[in-house]
């Protein structure tokens, strides 16, 4: 089966600016993928175009193997999700709303309205709420209840954990992950690498409108610079004489104290050891970042230089 | 809103150019379309007044009312148009069977529909009404003529 | 229950979706017929119609002077059938550009300020069906409201009184003759009336703003009254979509005459193409933004 989602060298411009620039991504069935970037990189306009709300002014892009020009009517047939802050008619309830959407869906959305609201939280007095006095944690909530009962085998997600509480976002990462293995595809845009390497699969990495790096996660981390970590010693200037000996580790003073150290796993473990050996007890160890958010700040500080990696998706 | 700009700009164009073609133009609103017009609503204004006095019955072909219309002012102003239009009805009352004349004040608009003000002879259009049988006032249908003709 | 408590519905084949077109259309159409049907502002035009010509014919019975400078105007008290006529003379050139403007000139316009566009474009609808949809509705809505006017406007007169009325070549109508004509009359201003459905959903669309689609509907409508005034050619009066709304006098004439009527199909046809066509070409290929 080919994949869910191709985007092959879409570019848009919105008069001077350049949105997106040559963007290709792909998405297999079964797979979380990660669309990450800072604000500002395309994400969202990557997402509209995939919806069909924004047309590419180069480039092609085929859900389920076929074009918007090929599939017509039928073009978000089993796709659902939501660009941005999910909105809705402010003037009526979450359930009439909803009913207004499944009344443009037809088929069956109607009868999963219910169980929508119910999975989503929003069961019994908040279904009769009007929206307008919704917070934005019910937004999205009400927005991935209008997802279900589409019944999903693709799902577009833009920063949905945005507005949650940790008990919400808890469940998503676990319902996204439950679909998954049920065979439906997702992608999840989001500007926080951490998130994203929690439940994804692959990513692909925008920055100024050009995919920055593409791939599974092993595959990236495999390209990523080493971690970084937060270190305080009881001799900082020791511990960083220690850290000049050893291959891999490089260490510098951190603003507010303590030390920054790049280095691998293994090295930090030989670290940790070298500096009992010198007599510098160490005082606390935090990992500040993992290998993809260091490879995320690489790649999307300053201009966007496309790395050259190895880790492209393979067939 | 570009694309406002542009429909905007369409119409004032078109209206722009609409009115300047008014300044050289032709139109239908002309004496031989507003004679008959307003000669044959007098006639049959004139028979529904008659009944209406519970005067014998005319009919309004027996009249032979005839309009002759010319646009008011005192220069020599172009024949056509809307505006103000003076206009005499000659017709033939049964009975004595000499001509009368009634005068009207027609204020025609553009779309040939017209409001004609009896201006005279009092017993005829003066009078915004008349007395009918049992002393009963009704409104004379000859003091004011509303009428329409076909400007196309 | 929460999200991942339990599988989500699978995905089912081709749903209904596949079905796009006319059905499609049909399907936007109910939907925003049941999303209008909720809105205050309609219910209360509604009713207005409903209502209105009664109070209209109670004033009038109230007073001795009669409405002067239009058509009808002076036999209101002497026959019921000159109050329907005097209502559709005097307020049908503003009254209804109006009443469709409120709709139309905002069903689209509406979306954009809500942010609605990029939900409802999301489900299994295209942009011509959504399109079309809201288009069918605007003038469901606008004939919808013609039709109670006619019905109630004519009820009201023959409430009045049913005797003769003067017609609009001196000649005397007699009542059934009358209620025919009255009719003809207000649906001869159907056309007109689906004229400034498509311009107000053409500055709609292009201005994605209500007021502009709304307020712009009635200042052209006035802007036409004011340019008809001038002594303009025939072909250019005509070109007006003002113009239509007063093509029933040939109706009244006698010898009745339709020159202006016809003449009125072929303008409304033109102006109801004419901004249609520009409304989608604006619309299917916009780029929906995203509003935070």
Known sequence: MGPVVEVRGVTKWFGETTALDEVDLTVRGGDVHGLLGPNGAGKTTLLSALFGLVLPDEGTIRLFGRTRAQAGAGWLDGVGGFVETPRFYPYLSGRRNLAVLAGLDGGDAASLIDSALERAGLAGPAARQKVRGYSLGMRQRLGIAAAVIRRPRLLILDEPANGMDPAGIRDLRAALRRVAADGVSVILSSHDMAQVEEICDSATILSAGRVAAAGRLDALRAAAPDPVWRVRTSDDGRALSVATGLDGVKAAVGDGGGLVVHAAQGEMDSYVLALAAASVALRGLELDRTPLEALFFQLTDGAAKPVATTAEVTS | MKRLGRVAGTFAVAALALLATSCSSSSNLTPDRLQPSLGRAFANLYALQQSEMGNPRVTSAALKARASCEKGGTLDVAQQGSGVWLCQITYLVAGPGYPVIAKYNVDLQTDGCYAADGDGPASVNGSPTITGPGYRQVINPLSLIDGCFDTT | ?292
């Open chain 3, 1 to 292: 229950m929460s999200l991942a408590a339990e599988p989500w519905p699978a995905y089912a084949g081709a749903t209904s979706a596949r079905t796009g077109g006319v059905a499609g259309a049909l399907a936007v159409w109910r939907v925003e017929l049941v999303k209008l049907s909720g809105k205050i502002v309609i219910r209360a035009i509604i009713a207005l119609s409903v209502i209105g010509p009664f109070l209209v014919v109670g004033f009038l019975h109230l007073q001795s002077a009669t409405p002067g400078d239009t058509p009808f105007g002076q036999w209101v008290h002497a026959s019921g059938f000159a109050i329907p006529m005097t209502i559709l003379g005097f307020g049908g050139q503003w009254i209804l550009p109006a009443l469709t403007g409120v709709v139309a000139g905002d069903i689209y316009s509406a979306d954009d300020h809500l942010g609605t566009w990029k939900t409802i474009l999301t489900r299994s609808r295209g942009r011509a069906e959504l399109f079309a949809g809201k288009f069918l509705a605007a003038a469901t809505f606008a004939v919808t409201a013609l039709l109670v006017l006619t019905v109630t406007d004519l009820l009201a007169g023959l409430a009045a009184g049913r005797s003769p009325v003067v017609g609009l070549s001196g000649q005397l109508v007699p009542a059934g003759h009358a209620t025919w004509l009255v009719a003809a009359s207000y649906l001869s201003d159907l056309p007109p009336l689906l004229g400034f459905t498509a311009l107000a959903v053409l500055l709609s669309v292009a201005s994605r703003n209500s007021v502009v689609g709304i307020g712009g509907t009635v200042v052209i409508g006035v802007l036409f009254q004011i340019v008809t005034l001038a002594n303009l050619p025939q072909w250019g009066q005509q070109a007006l979509l003002s113009t239509p709304f007063m093509s029933w006098h040939g109706f009244w004439g006698a010898p009745a005459f339709y020159g202006p009527f016809l003449w009125s199909l072929l303008t409304c046809a033109a102006w109801f193409a004419a901004c249609s066509a520009a409304a989608w070409l604006i619309f299917r290929r916009r780029t929906i933004e995203a509003a935070a």
